[in-house]
Nanobody, 115 residues
């Protein structure tokens, strides 16, 4: 069955970096549009980035403007996994981060940015 498992969250100081992983099973990540989202305490879940399927006619990836240049989404087809590289993290990036595909969601991974 379809399953998404995020990992890589943790506590990081402002200005630091983290790389999140989302391992997919039950479908091919290379042929499916996948996305990263986050939900901060007391706020609604927000979209961060999308990585399109291999062969998509258009941009491979798109980003929320506020994370453009700091976050990078990528994919390793051999591992059926997508990643979210997050650099220059800010306290306002603190949230639970989720990946999503074809209507399914992972369990999320907590990212806390604090000194």
């Amino acid at each position: 069955q379809v399953q998404l498992v995020e990992s890589g969250g943790g506590l990081v100081q402002p200005g630091g970096s983290l790389k999140l992983s989302c391992r997919a099973s039950g479908f091919s990540a290379s042929t499916t549009r996948m996305g990263w989202y986050r939900q901060a305490p007391g706020k609604e879940r927000e979209w961060l980035a999308t990585i399109n399927r291999v062969g998509y006619i258009g941009s491979e990836s798109t980003y929320l403007e506020s994370v453009l240049g700091r976050f990078t989404v990528s994919r390793d087809n051999s591992k059926n996994t997508i990643y979210l590289q997050m650099d220059n993290l800010k306290p306002e990036d603190t949230a639970v981060y989720y990946c999503s595909a074809i209507g399914f969601w992972g369990q999320g991974t907590q990212v806390t940015v604090s000194s």
